[in-house]
């Protein structure tokens, strides 16, 4: 009996590799899974330009192979600073001190920047004589809904509210007038800043020599010199 089943098992096997090899194709109609070189590489893409390197050489070629390219590092700019601000006549003489300096600074290194300032004006009512009139008037204008506040500076305006402030007399003008319509009769405009053009001296692209050479100027017509810019 043990014979028997080992002849079954050597004949199963006999036919199962004669099957893989594709020798029973006539008689099975099946195809084994092919996977002989010469089917692998009619399944291959592009096969002609697969290059077969001996274990040496791919070792070099992977060894000399041009490293990645490091990020460009962005670029630095010099550090900004400036002078100022000045009023339009005393800008005249700043740019004179610099313009004297030997040896010369670069050219196109620092420019004259022209700022305008807007004025400023605040609607105000007051002074008062002592803090209780100041509190009389303020229940005064809770009692009408009228936005304020108090004002602690200027100093000469302490003691006083605040109806709003303004960049433009035209504008405060026409809020005075609708706090009229509203039953406010005390209050006025007052200036608080007239608009004005100031220059500031500035280099904004300053490298570390010309860094240290702004910074270390003391001259009267600089003022308290050149610092860090504001913006």
């Known amino acids: ?6 002849l079954l098992l050597v004949l199963a096997n006999a036919l199962f590799f004669a099957w893989t090899q594709g020798w029973l194709e006539g008689v099975t109609g099946s195809k084994p899974h092919a996977e002989r070189e010469p089917e692998r590489l009619t399944r291959q893409i592009n096969a002609d330009r697969i290059v077969v390197l001996p274990p040496g050489a791919a070792s070099a070629a992977a060894a000399t192979r041009a490293p ?9 700019r010099g550090a900004c600073l400036e002078a100022g601000p000045f009023a339009t006549g005393a800008s005249v003489s700043a740019v004179a001190a610099l313009q004297a300096l030997q040896p010369p600074l670069p050219p196109g290194s620092w420019q004259d ?22 509190a009389k008037k303020i229940d005064e204008l ?18 006083g509210l605040s109806l709003g402030r303004f960049d433009e007399r035209a504008a405060a003008d026409r809020a005075l ?4 319509q509203r039953g406010v009769r005390s209050a006025r405009v007052v200036e608080l800043a007239a608009p004005a053009t100031q220059h500031l001296l500035r280099a904004d692209h300053a490298d570390a020599a010309l860094a240290e050479r702004l910074s270390a100027l003391r001259a009267p017509a600089l003022g308290r010199g050149f610092v860090a810019c504001a913006n």
């Open 1 to 6: 009996m043990l014979r028997t089943v080992v």
């Open 68 to 76: 990645d390219a490091p990020a460009s590092a962005p670029p630095q």
């Open 113 to 134: 920047v022209v700022v305008e300032r807007p004025g400023s004006w605040m609607l105000y009512m007051g002074r008062y004589p002592n803090r209780e009139a100041l």
């Open 142 to 159: 809770k009692r009408t809904r009228v936005s304020f506040q108090e004002v602690n500076e200027p100093a000469e305006y302490a003691l």
């Open 177 to 180: 007038e609708q706090l009229g």
